[in-house]
């Protein structure tokens, strides 16, 4: 945990193109083996993904990061170094079953002493990866009525085969954390693992980080719906993951705890799961250009919350291209289409996260090689694409923006 403090990590995101500094990322594991037919609709996946070749591509995509100056933190190690503290294992044990649903006293107390005897690196595997009935070994005379009906597809500890998309459970902002309140059960444990990174962790403990949101917060928001697009201005998605109560908190949250966000764009989208996410759709990639899926152009609402002295005024926009010229105060924005005119590639592409580019720097970003024709376009436009390999990444439904968390850029 030294060594980590000893880079000079402080936590801070002003823009979604400067050069990108540091990043948490979650290399895919073995929650991704409890994939099954039957519960893939459950788990949020459509296909079952093959774990070595995922983790090989996983592992493409962080040597690229590396290899462009990125520093990348697992986000397993940074929990295996604050449950090394035995009161903070006991409690994160206690959180975890809690969060899971188990209620039976008999079993939680059954579960607790189980998993309090395990090693920090174990007990981290667990919280991801799940534990069944059968590999908790409970005795028969402990078991109630789910263990009988379930059997061997009952899992105490629920799988997190969607950790490898860090952005989603939380997402810096200026100086301050906001951990998501997850619209799907299958992801709330996500937050968990990032609120005692947040309460214990000295890289947001020590660096005195202000907590934007909170995943105890009724209303859904999910961090691949958050653009950083300068230092004054953010927009947020209103999608099918995040709602437009959560949007309002976080703006009364950033504009009241000293943030340095004066305006926030909120972009309508359709409530789909073929856009679940504003990245999904829309990302950043230079300065004044960025990129779009052009099918849901006629369905978009754009909307502006613009603190005042006291709380917020909210206008509505005429439309993007307008809304961000005007809120970062540019003469010319450049709007790319996935997949150029042809409705059909760009649809297919955008299925494939075409859109879900991570920039590294002012005109270079990462996408999936498998999008040949947005990726020919963007290079076209004289931006630097760098391609990985998605095949089976992709099938989480997330591209490189996806699979990263910032801490800190340029």
Known sequence: MKNLIKTGIVPRITSEINPLKTVILHRPGRELERLTPQNLSELLFDDIPWVRKIQEEHDEFVKVLKENGVEVLYIERLLSEILQDEEVKEEFIEDLL???????PKILDFLFG???????????????????????????????????????????????????????PAAVIDRGLMISSMKAAARKPETLIFKYLYNYHP??????????????????IEGGDILVLNEKVIAVGCSERTSPQAIEQLAHNLFEK?????????????????????????TMVDTNRFVFYPGIKNELKIFSLIKEEKGFSIHREKDLQTALKNALNLYTIDIIPTGGLNAITSAREQWNDSTNTLAIAPGIIVTYSRN?????????????????EGSELSRGRGGPRCMTMPLMRD
């Not at 000293?258 to 999904?280: N, W």
Request: glycine residues 4%.
């Open 258 to 282: 000293g943030s340095s966000v004066e305006k926030i764009l909120v972009v309508q989208i359709p409530a789909k799961r073929s856009y679940m996410h504003l990245d999904t759709v829309f």
């Open 98 to 104: 809690q969060l899971n649903g188990v209620t039976s």
């Open 372 to 388: 040949e024709i947005s990726n020919k376009i963007l290079e076209k436009e004289g931006i630097k694409v760098i391609p990985i």
């Open 203 to 220: 890289l947001f403990k020590d660096n005195e980080v202000p907590l934007f949101y909170d995943n105890t917060y009724p209303h859904s």
């Open 114 to 168: 189980l998993l309090r005897e395990k090693p920090v690196d174990e007990l981290v595997e667990i919280s991801i990866s799940g534990l069944s009935l059968y590999e908790a070994k409970v005795k028969r005379s402990l078991m109630g009525l789910a263990e009988h009906i379930y059997e061997e597809d009952y899992y105490y500890i629920k799988p997190l085969p969607n950790l490898y998309f860090t952005r989603d």
